[in-house]
Each structure stands twice: as C-alpha cells, then as structure tokens.
C-alpha cells in the first residue's frame, strides 16, 4: 500500500477537517473497491450530500453502502458533489486543487439499486484527531475515478483530476447550511449543526430549550430573595444593637 497526505477535503463548499486538521493520511488500498473515510468524515460527508442510507447518522454501518438521491429535475443528470482536495497544503502560488465525482463512484447491484462506494470505516477504533489508525482509503473504483501515478522507486503518489466537473457533478442538491435560531449558539458548518451554549459550565446558569439562550436556574431568584430578606434583617438587627449600645454608652457618661 502507498500513502501520502490529503489537503482540505471539501464537498459542498464545506471543509471536512473543519477544526480537525488541515490534511488526513490517505491510503491506496486496492484490496476493497470504495472510498472509506474514518467515521467522524463519513458522518461529516453524509450531512451535505444527498444520500438514503439504511442505517441512522452516528450509527456503525456494518458493511451497509448509502444509495444517491435522485431527483427529477437532475433530468437522469448527476445528483451528486465533487470531492475536492489537494496534494500540498495552502502557499504562494496556490497549490492545485483536484476533484473526485461522486457520481463515478456509483454502481448497481445484483437487484439494480444503486449504492455509492463511499464506505464507512467502522473498524477505526481510535479516537478522530489520530489519523494513522483511522485513515482514508482509496479502494480501486476511487483509484479509477482519477488519472494516479504510483513511484515504486521512492513511494510517491501522483494524482490527477478526471473527466469535466461540469458534466459529472453538481452541488445543485446539496444540503442547505441551517440557520441557528439563537445568537448563543455556534454554527459548526461540517455538520450542519447549531452548537447550543455550555451553559452548565457556568455556576447556576441553565439552557432554556426553547430560546437557546443561557437562562438563571429556578433557584437563583428564590436564593436572591430569602439573600435580601436576610440582609433587610440583619440590617434591622444591627440598627437595633447600635441604638442600644448608643443608649447604654449614654447612660454610662451621665
């Protein structure tokens, strides 16, 4: 197998190592047909392309492959992003960036469904940021959907794009970025999630599940008065025994 490391991965205009990483180890591994992505990508990939897929987000797929959407407006036409990626990380000049359609990923099986080889390592036990036991593999049908050069000499890769990008993919159906209903909350774009406020992480704060809004817990006011009440107390106390030491002081100085 030959490896090398693959440069912000994007699909839909989203950067899948968003936060994670700026490049991923990617692997040529003839011994499966698909492309299969560490799950934490997959996951990322599945919340912007459109996708069926016979088993839930976040859920091990257990070999199961998702099948593309297909809409009548595509007119038989592709349905299906890009893959974009580089070989060399951000410089000057910039470094080309290369694409891989989804839509060359597609077969049909014994039944004539079709599945998209875009497989979901469930075998990758480590945790997401440790990349050289999760990687990325090229199976032989990703290999096929590029032009690839393999140095046997000194263990380099070379890649190309194939085919026209206007003809084999579209980023017409892609999901819509959601919009956070709260100004509190954090939009975390490889998700297509709003990220709701820590705000257990602060001292009687609670998040109120209809705004979205860090809110007082239901104590707080209760502790604020009975607070106020023992101050408007100790306040009427103190007044006293300053009048009586006042009273007694007088009475000492006649």
């Not at 499966?32 to 990322?44: H, Y």
């Not at 998040?207 to 023992?230: A, H, N």
């Amino acid at each position: 197998m030959h490896e090398f490391l693959l440069y912000r991965p994007e699909v839909c205009g989203v950067d899948l190592l968003y936060n994670t990483s700026s490049n991923w180890l990617t692997v040529i591994d003839t011994s499966g047909p698909c492309l299969t992505l560490p799950p934490f990508l997959f996951d990322r990939l599945r919340t912007r392309v459109p996708l069926d897929c016979p088993f839930e987000p976040g859920e091990v797929s257990l070999g199961r492959l998702c099948s593309p959407k297909r809409f009548p407006s595509a007119k038989a036409g592709p349905t299906l992003p890009p893959l974009h990626f580089a070989l060399e990380d951000s410089q000057e000049p910039e470094p080309p960036r290369l694409h891989l359609a989804l839509e060359r990923l597609v077969f049909q099986n014994s039944s004539g469904a079709e599945l998209l080889c875009v497989a979901r390592g469930d075998n990758y036990q480590a945790a997401a940021a440790d990349m050289t036991s999760s990687h990325i593999a090229l199976g032989s049908l990703a290999i096929a959907g590029l032009y690839t050069v393999v140095n046997l000499e000194n263990y380099t890769v070379g890649l190309a794009s194939k085919g026209r990008l206007e003809t084999d993919s579209t980023e017409e159906f892609c999901t819509h970025s959601v919009t956070c209903t709260s100004s509190m909350q954090t939009y975390f774009p490889p998700l297509n999630m709003c990220e709701d406020p820590h705000c257990s992480d602060y001292m009687f704060m609670m998040l109120d599940e209809r705004t979205k809004k860090c809110k007082w817990t239901r104590t707080v006011p209760i502790s604020f008065g009975v607070l106020l009440l023992v101050l408007v107390v100790l306040d009427f106390v103190s007044h006293r025994l300053y009048k009586q030491a006042i009273e007694k002081a007088s009475e000492f100085g006649q």
